[in-house]
Nanobody, 121 residues
Framework: QVRLVESGGGLVQAGGSLRLSCAAS????????MGWFRRPPGKEREFVAG????????PYADSVKGRFTVSRDNAKNTVYLQMNSLKPEDTAVYYC??????????????WGQGTQVTVSS
């Protein structure tokens, strides 16, 4: 069992930065690929980025490539999403998840409650 808690969301102006954190509990955290997803207002949840337990990156979504960076610290049981050059279209609820290396939601077994990111223009 893995419990995930996101933090770091908030309101930021376009062009600004935020760093999301996802703290995990559970002895098996290190064996999971950790993914970040987001659900923009009125839209389906979509994949953003993923990272395996040894640091292999699942390719970023095209919409965030070059602006977002995913990382993890296994010693702290934490995964991060550094978001730079934020745009209003990045506004969404951001979720972290634990599962297998994939861009597909069904490959992820555990989900956090989500954190709201709002980017103003």
């Amino acid at each position: 069992q893995v419990r995930l808690v996101e933090s770091g969301g908030g309101l930021v102006q376009a062009g600004g930065s935020l760093r999301l954190s996802c703290a995990a509990s559970g002895r098996t955290f290190r064996t999971y690929t950790m993914g970040w997803f987001r659900r923009p207002p009125g839209k389906e949840r979509e994949f953003v980025a993923g990272i395996s337990w040894i640091g292999i990156i699942t390719p970023y979504a095209d919409s965030v490539k070059g602006r977002f960076t995913v990382s993890r610290d296994n010693a702290k049981n934490t995964v991060y999403l550094q978001m730079n050059s934020l745009k209003p279209e990045d506004t969404a609820v951001y979720y972290c998840a634990a599962g297998r290396a994939s861009m597909e939601e069904y490959e992820y077994d555990y989900w956090g409650q989500g954190t709201q990111v709002t980017v103003s223009s």
